[in-house]
Every structure is written in structure tokens, then in C-alpha cells.
């Protein structure tokens, strides 16, 4: 069973800190080839905030969150993290990761549609 959960969120000041996990079940993330980071606020789109690629060779940032956010994994491969520094009201949304599994998902990092396991989602809310 592929499966991914989420866990972490929380409310925060603006200027806080929190670091979200993703947990997959077996090798859903030793097998994927890169996990993406999403969120998603009210009324608006999905958004791809951070990726990273099998054996954290690459990372990659949305500009809303470069320099603030870092993406990583554990050396097992089972779990990947976010860690969110200085977070600003408009980083309030319901965090995702996602993972790809089987033929055809797998592409771009910040397409949703790359994507076809999804965690249940976890809370991000940042307040001034």
C-alpha cells in the first residue's frame, strides 16, 4: 500500500518556525523519484512550494519560499521535511506532499498532475 502522511503544522506567529514531515508507507518516497512539497490557501490554486529528487541530489523552491524554506529526507528515504523559517501570513494554507507511483507520474515537481499519491494534508496557519 502506497500511502503518504503528513504531520507538523500548526499556527505560528509571523516570524515563527515549524518544520512539517512526510511519512510515506513502505517505499512510497524510497521508490519515488522526486517528492514535492504543495500547499494549498482558500480560493486559490494548488501551489508546488518545494521538491527534492531520490538521494537528495537535487532540491528546488518556488521564489515564494526560497531562501526561507528547506526541503530534505532522512537517510532511510522514508521521511521527507520542510523546514519553514520566518513565516509570513501568506504562508497559510494546507500543506500536501505528494509522490509519484506507477507509469506516468513523475514529471515536472511542481505540476500536480506529476503526482498520484497524496498525503491527507496538514495545517499551516501564520498570523501577524
Known amino acids: 500500500q502506497v500511502q503518504l502522511v503528513e504531520s507538523g503544522g500548526g499556527s505560528v506567529h509571523a516570524g515563527g518556525s515549524l518544520i512539517l514531515s512526510c511519512t510515506g508507507s513502505?517505499?512510497?518516497?524510497?521508490?519515488?523519484?522526486?517528492v514535492t512539497w504543495f500547499r494549498q490557501a482558500p480560493g486559490k490554486e494548488r501551489e508546488a512550494v518545494a521538491a527534492?529528487?531520490?538521494?537528495?541530489?537535487?532540491?528546488y523552491y518556488s521564489d515564494s519560499v526560497e531562501g526561507r524554506f528547506t526541503i530534505s529526507q532522512d537517510a532511510a528515504e522514508t521521511t521527507v521535511f520542510l523546514q519553514m523559517n520566518d513565516l509570513k501570513p501568506e504562508d497559510t494554507a494546507m500543506y500536501y506532499c505528494?509522490?509519484?507511483?506507477?507509469?506516468?507520474?513523475?514529471?515536472?515537481?511542481?505540476?500536480?498532475?506529476?503526482?498520484?499519491?497524496w498525503g491527507q494534508g496538514t495545517q499551516v496557519t501564520v498570523s501577524n
Open positions: 513502505g517505499h512510497t518516497i524510497r521508490s519515488a523519484n522526486v
Open positions: 505528494a509522490a509519484p507511483h506507477g507509469r506516468g507520474y513523475g514529471g515536472s515537481w511542481h505540476r500536480p498532475s506529476s503526482f498520484n499519491v
Open positions: 527534492i529528487y531520490s538521494g537528495s541530489v537535487s532540491t
